[in-house]
C-alpha cells in the first residue's frame, strides 16, 4: 500500500485544510471501518508530541544536532495552531535507574536543576504542555505516557495523531510510539530529529520495530510540503 505523508491542518480554518490522505497506519487504522471512522474526523486537531530533549549528561547523545530541525517542527504546529507537549524526565535525586542505585544510567535530569531544563535554543512554544516522567523514587519511565497524564491530555484535546520526536530512539522515543500505539492514535516518527545512545546498531533496529508496529517514519520535508 502507498504511504503518503501526511498534511497539516488548522482547528482554526473549519478542518478543510486537514489531512486529505493518512499514511495508513498498520494495525488499528488498517481496516476499512476504522479508516472511515478516522476519515469521520479529520477535522479534529492534530497534536504534536515531543519526548525528552533535556541536556543529555554524560554526553552519550548529540542531542544539540536535532534542535534546529525540531525548532522547524515546532514553528510549523505552532503556526497551524496546534498543540506541543513536551516530555521530560524529571528524577528524584536518588533516582532508582541512577548507577549509584544500581541502575544502568549516570545521574541525569533531576528535578528543578539545570540538568533537567530543556535546552536553551529549543524554542518550545509558550503554551506548551509540559509532561514530568519518572518523578517517583522507585520507579522509572521511558514512555510518556507512563504514569502520566499525557494520554488524557491529548485525548481531551481529540487527537487522534502524534508526531513523536527527541531522545533517545531506542528508549524514550520507542517506548513512548510503543504506548501511544495501545493507546490508538496514529503515530508518526520524525525520525530527523531522533537520535540513539547507540547509533551503529540501536537506531536501526528501533526505528525497524516502531515501523513493524505500524508506525510512520516521516520528515520535515515530507510533512511541510
Ligand atoms: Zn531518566
Request: hydrophobic share 40%; net charge neutral.
Amino acid at each position: 500500500r502507498q504511504r503518503r505523508c501526511p498534511r497539516l491542518g488548522s482547528r482554526r480554518d473549519g478542518g478543510d485544510a486537514v489531512i486529505q490522505e493518512h499514511a495508513a497506519p498498520r494495525g488499528r487504522l488498517a481496516d476499512d471501518g476504522a479508516c472511515a471512522g478516522f476519515r469521520a474526523r479529520q477535522d479534529h486537531q492534530l497534536d504534536l508530541v515531543f519526548v525528552v530533549l533535556q541536556r543529555a549528561d554524560g554526553g552519550a547523545i548529540a542531542g544539540d544536532e536535532v534542535v534546529p530541525v525540531l525548532n522547524r517542527y515546532l514553528k510549523l504546529f505552532h503556526s497551524h495552531g496546534l498543540p506541543v507537549f513536551s516530555t521530560r524526565d524529571w528524577h528524584p535525586a536518588d533516582h532508582c535507574s541512577f548507577q549509584l542505585r544500581g541502575g544502568p544510567w549516570p545521574p541525569h535530569c533531576i528535578a528543578a536543576t539545570q540538568g533537567a531544563a530543556f535546552p536553551a535554543r529549543l524554542h518550545l512554544p509558550p503554551d506548551t504542555f509540559v509532561i514530568s516522567k519518572a518523578t517517583a523514587r522507585e520507579k522509572d519511565a521511558y514512555s510518556g505516557f507512563d504514569n502520566t497524564e499525557l494520554d488524557s491530555l491529548l485525548k481531551s484535546a481529540g487527537a487522534v495523531r502524534v508526531f513523536i520526536g527527541g531522545l533517545a530512539t531506542e528508549y524514550c522515543v520507542l517506548n513512548t510510539v510503543k504506548d501511544a500505539m495501545r493507546y490508538h492514535y496514529a503515530v508518526f516518527v520524525l525520525k530527523d530529529v531522533i537520535r540513539a545512545m547507540d547509533i551503529s546498531s540501536n537506531h536501526g533496529r528501533a526505528l525497524e520495530e516502531m515501523r513493524s508496529l505500524g508506525a510512520t517514519p516521516i520528515c520535515f520535508e515530507a510533512l511541510a510540503a
